[in-house]
């Protein structure tokens, strides 16, 4: 089996339960959610859903299928990563236990570009937004500091270029 994660972009009616019934779509016909982003558009009627899932051809052409069986939804597109801009943000509290500890912490979080958030006696809270790629690799920076909390957003994207995914539109 080919598989490999694929982005879909979704606007649905900006409904209450409309995620509810998304997400259960995707879990009675057993698809896995790598990640799930939901928020407003420009428009206060319409939603934007970004899920990941990771699957084969057939798969993604059920998902397509499923998702459009919804009345609230109104488009579904599938974005290639390489042709989309995409961010997610991480939160995380680091251990710092002396100076010298936060001086080489502040130095790496400047060389990622992060913010730091608040500072605690015996912790930093930082902030991250960048590729998936970028935020695994500070993650990975941060461990020798003892991670002691995190939380992670799933990726958002936007095609690159003029084209939206109001272009189109059936």
Do not use: W
């Amino acid at each position: 089996m080919n598989t490999k994660k694929q982005v879909f972009s979704v606007l649905a009616e900006n409904n209450p339960g409309v995620l509810l019934r998304v997400t259960g779509l995707f879990s009675r016909r057993g698809f896995n959610i790598d990640s799930l982003v939901a928020c407003n558009t420009e428009n206060p009627a319409v939603s934007r859903i970004t899920v990941v899932v990771t699957g084969d051809e057939g798969v993604f052409t059920q998902v397509i299928r499923q998702l459009f069986k919804l009345e609230e939804i109104i488009k579904v597109e599938m974005l290639a990563l390489d042709e989309c801009t995409a961010s997610e943000m991480l939160l995380v509290k680091v251990a710092t236990d002396d100076a010298k500890e936060r001086t080489a912490l502040l130095k790496l979080v400047q060389s990622y570009g992060g913010r730091v958030l608040d500072i605690g006696e015996a912790t930093v809270t930082l902030e991250l937004t960048g590729e998936s790629g970028e935020v695994d690799a500070f993650i990975t920076g941060l461990e020798p500091f003892g991670i002691r909390e995190m939380a992670r957003s799933g990726i958002t994207v936007l095609q690159r270029g003029d084209t939206t995914i109001h272009d189109y539109m059936i």
